[in-house]
């Protein structure tokens, strides 16, 4: 499975971003997506995950209430409203593709390359 993700870019504090990841190769539909997050000389963390039919979704404590996570499995495509966002949310954010609900980076098979989010406070 291939993973490209999309959306990021420079926010003001307080405003919002999309975060798209498209799937190629691979049957979409079948995989647990998570969304993570790394910023510079930190770990990379979980940010949030949805499950084959967007049925379950699972969320960092720290993004709870601000952040979306969704899938469009005709589209092959799943998103992170990222909403009232804060300066402390600047990181490369990955989409991630596995087969087990986990919020541990090395349970996801699948990586895209990051997308750059920046919040200027």
């Known amino acids: 499975v291939q993973l490209q993700a999309s959306g990021g870019g420079l926010v003001q504090a307080g405003g919002y971003l999309r975060l798209s990841c498209v799937a190629s190769?691979?049957?979409?539909?079948?995989?647990?997506m998570g969304w993570f997050r790394q910023a510079p000389g930190k770990e990379r963390e979980f940010v949030a995950a949805?499950?084959?039919?967007?049925?379950?979704?699972y969320y960092a404590d720290f993004v709870k209430g601000r952040f979306t996570i969704s899938r469009d499995n005709a589209k092959n495509t799943v998103y992170l409203q990222m909403n009232s966002l804060k300066a402390e949310d600047t990181a490369v954010y990955y989409c991630?593709?596995?087969?087990?609900?986990?919020?541990?980076?090395?349970?996801?098979?699948?990586w895209g390359q990051g997308t750059q989010v920046t919040v200027s406070s």
């Open positions: 991630a593709a596995g087969r087990i609900w986990t919020t541990m980076p090395s349970n996801y098979s699948y």
């Open positions: 190769g691979g049957l979409f539909s079948t995989y647990i």
């Open positions: 949805i499950n084959w039919n967007g049925g379950r979704t």
